[in-house]
């Protein structure tokens, strides 16, 4: 995962600006991964919270696709950065819709990239409300 990600003026393009020595995956493929992650968040995060240093909630959307979506982008992310750990648990949003959080858990030696993930989520989110 990259951290320190710029966002142009569209808000949804984010491009890397640091990438952790523990990263796999290929230098070209990094911005298409970031995309990804910004397109998922853009369309489906309900509410961003952060529990810790180490530890980040996402409430997604209950819609089968969107966990599919999410499962499958952090299978990927777990390969090539492996010290991520991301758990699925079913969730509310008020009383009556159904909703899925995302538990984000890093090591404290990776917490910036924690943090890189935490503040594309919360940029493309408040780039994608109401003009």
């Known amino acids: 995962m ?8 569209t808000g949804r393009t984010p491009g890397p600006s640091f990438v952790p ?9 990094q911005p298409l991964r970031v995309t990804e992650f910004a397109d998922m968040f853009a369309t489906a995060v309900h509410r961003i919270v952060r529990t810790s240093a180490t530890e980040l909630h996402l409430i997604l959307d209950g819609y ?4 599919a979506t999410a499962r499958e982008l952090a299978a990927r992310e ?5 010290f991520f750990t991301f ?3 079913p ?10 959080e ?6 404290a030696a990776h917490v ?12 493309v989110v408040k780039g994608s409300g109401p003009a």
């Open 2 to 9: 990259v951290v320190g990600m710029d966002i142009t003026d």
């Open 21 to 29: 020595d523990a990263c796999t995956l290929p230098t070209a493929e």
């Open 64 to 67: 089968p696709a969107t966990e």
């Open 78 to 82: 777990t390969d090539c950065c492996s």
């Open 87 to 89: 758990t699925f648990h």
């Open 91 to 100: 969730a509310r949003v008020g009383h009556a819709v159904r909703a899925l």
């Open 102 to 107: 995302v538990t984000v858990t890093v090591p």
């Open 112 to 123: 910036a990239v924690l943090d890189g993930l935490q503040h594309l989520a919360e940029t």
